[in-house]
C-alpha cells in the first residue's frame, strides 16, 4: 500500500503558528486580549482544535483501491471548518458560489454593493454579535426602499444575496455587508418570458426570464444616508449609542459611511458574476500573504498598499496574530450568507412547486444522504472541480478506483500509520508531582465516529 496525500497541512505558516502558541495565546487571552475582543467565545479553541487535526492521517482515513493494479492510497479526513480553516472553506466557497449561479440568481442583470460603516461605530457590533444579524436585515430594507423609490414601483420584489463580512485589509474588525443585488425589480404575478436557449456545459435546464424592471442609473447618495440612519436608529433603540455621540456623527462634513456600486453584470457574463460570488464568500485572510520570521515566529502579513500606515504588511506577534483571525469566527449556528427577495427560500420553493418537472432547478449534487460510513456523492466532483484531480483515477494505470474501506478506530489507524512509516509518538508526558515514575502515556481514543470525507484534498 503506498500513501498518498495532496497536501501537507503542516507545513502551512498557519497551523505552525496555531501548533507552537496556541496555548500560550489561551493562557494569555484573559489579561491580554479580553479588553480589547471580549471573552473567549467556545466556537474558538473548538474551531482551533479541528483545525490542528484537519488532514491529519492519524485521526482516520478511508482507503481508496484500483482493482486492476492494486495501487492505493489513504485519503485523511477533513474539519469542515468554515471562515477559518482556508482548505474547507475554499470548498464551501465554490460549492457555495456555484449553487448561487446555477439554482439562485436570476437571467437578470446584477451589481455588487458593498455598505460600511465608520469605525466608531464598529466596537458595538464586535461587543454585541446578536446585531450583526440585524446589520443584515436592515441592509435588505435599504435596498429594498432604494430600488423601490428609484423605480416608483413600491410592489416590486427585489432579489438580493447578502455575504457579511468582519474583517478588514488587516484583520480588523470591519463589519461590512457586501450584496449580490438584481439590477433591478421583479413583478409579482406577470407572466415569465421564455427561457434562454441552454449554457453550454450546464447541468441544469434553462431558466425562464421572470417579469423584471430594470434599474437607470440613479444616484447612490440616497441609499448611503438610509444606511447611515438605520444603522444609528439600530444603535439607538439597543441604547447603545448616547444622544451626545448621535450629534456627532449627523454633523460630520463626511459620514464615516461608504457605499460602493460595481458595475452592472449582465446575466450572460457567468465568469463575472461566478467571480464576484467568489469574492464575497472569501475567506477573512489568507495563508498565502503570511510568513513567519524566526526567530520568536513573528507573522509578517502582507496585503494592498495602505495610505493610513503608508505600508503593505503588518507584522503581528503569534498571540497578537491568532487573536486578530480568531476575532472572526462566527458563532456556531451564525448565518453568514442570506437570500432575500425574490431569492428568498421561500420564494424560490414557491416558484419551483409551480413548475413542470423537467424545468425544475435542483441544487447540484443534492441526493438522499448516504450511509454515515461513506462519503458523499458529491465529494469527487468537488474535488476536481477545485484542484482538477480525480481522486478515484488511479495515478498508476487510470483505471477507477474505489473507497474500500473507512478506518477511524484509533488502534487500527495506528497500526497501519506505523506500517507505512508515518506515524508520529507523541511526546512523553512528565509524571504528576508527587507520585513516582515510571508512569504509562495512554493515547486520546477522541475521534468523530462520523467523519468528513468532501473536504480533503488542497493546494
Known amino acids: 500500500m503506498q500513501l498518498y496525500r495532496a497536501r501537507n497541512p503542516k507545513q502551512s505558516p ?32 473548538e474551531v482551533v482544535h479541528k483545525f490542528l487535526d484537519c488532514g491529519n492521517l492519524e485521526r482516520g482515513f478511508a482507503r481508496i483501491r484500483c482493482d486492476h493494479c492494486e495501487h492505493e492510497y489513504l485519503l485523511a479526513f477533513s474539519c469542515k471548518s468554515r471562515w477559518f480553516c482556508p482548505s474547507c472553506h475554499q470548498k464551501h466557497v465554490l460549492t457555495t458560489a456555484r449553487f448561487i ?16 460603516m465608520p469605525r466608531m461605530l464598529r466596537p458595538y457590533f464586535q461587543r454585541h454579535r446578536h446585531l450583526l444579524k440585524r446589520l443584515c436585515a436592515l441592509t435588505h430594507e435599504c435596498l429594498a426602499q432604494y430600488l423601490r423609490t428609484a423605480l416608483d414601483c413600491p410592489n416590486g420584489i427585489p432579489g438580493i444575496v447578502l455575504t457579511l463580512h468582519t474583517f478588514g485589509e488587516y484583520l480588523d474588525f470591519h463589519p461590512h455587508v457586501h450584496a449580490l443585488v438584481a439590477d433591478g425589480l421583479f413583478l409579482r404575478g406577470a407572466p415569465p418570458q421564455p427561457p434562454q436557449a441552454p ?26 444616508e438610509l444606511f447611515r440612519a438605520k444603522v444609528i436608529n439600530l444603535l ?13 456623527l449627523y454633523s460630520w462634513k463626511h459620514s464615516g459611511f461608504n457605499l460602493h456600486a460595481g458595475q452592472r453584470v449582465p446575466p450572460e457574463n457567468k465568469a463575472d458574476l461566478q467571480d ?17 520570521e524566526s526567530p520568536g515566529d ?35 449556528g451564525a448565518q453568514m450568507v442570506r437570500y432575500y427577495g425574490w431569492y428568498s427560500n421561500k420564494m424560490r420553493g414557491v416558484r419551483q412547486r409551480s413548475l413542470p418537472p423537467q424545468l425544475v432547478i435542483r441544487r447540484p449534487g443534492v441526493s438522499p444522504p448516504p450511509p454515515l460510513k461513506l462519503p458523499s456523492k458529491r465529494w469527487r466532483d ?17 483505471n477507477p478506483m474505489r473507497i474500500i474501506a473507512v478506518i477511524d478506530d484509533p488502534r487500527v489507524v495506528e497500526k497501519i500509520l506505523r506500517h507505512l512509516g508515518a506515524w508520529h509518538d507523541p511526546p512523553p508526558r512528565p509524571p504528576p508531582q508527587g507520585v513516582p515514575g515510571p508512569y504509562t502515556y495512554e493515547p486520546c481514543d477522541d475521534v468523530d465516529p462520523t467523519p468528513d470525507y468532501e473536504n480533503v484534498l488542497t493546494d
Open 14 to 45: 498557519l497551523w505552525q503558528c496555531a501548533h507552537r502558541h496556541y496555548a500560550e495565546f489561551e493562557e494569555v487571552y484573559p489579561e491580554q486580549y479580553q479588553p480589547r475582543y471580549g471573552f473567549l467565545r467556545p466556537i474558538i479553541p
Open 101 to 116: 449561479i446555477d439554482a439562485v440568481l436570476a437571467p437578470v442583470p446584477h451589481r455588487h454593493y458593498v455598505l460600511a
Open 199 to 224: 449554457t453550454p456545459g450546464s447541468r441544469l435546464p434553462p431558466k425562464a426570464r421572470p417579469a423584471f424592471l430594470p434599474l437607470p442609473e440613479t444616484p447612490l447618495k440616497p441609499l448611503e
Open 236 to 248: 439607538v433603540e439597543e441604547k447603545l449609542l448616547p444622544v451626545e455621540r448621535v450629534q456627532v
Open 276 to 292: 464576484l460570488a467568489q469574492y464575497i464568500l472569501r475567506n477573512p485572510f489568507s495563508v498565502e500573504k503570511m510568513t513567519l
Open 298 to 332: 513573528l507573522v509578517i502579513y502582507r496585503s494592498r498598499l495602505n495610505a493610513k500606515i503608508n505600508r503593505n504588511f503588518e507584522v503581528f506577534s503569534p498571540t497578537d496574530f491568532l487573536a486578530a483571525i480568531t476575532q472572526h469566527i462566527p458563532n456556531k
Open 382 to 398: 468537488l474535488i476536481l472541480r477545485v484542484w482538477h484531480v480525480d481522486p478515484l483515477r488511479c495515478p498508476v494505470c487510470q
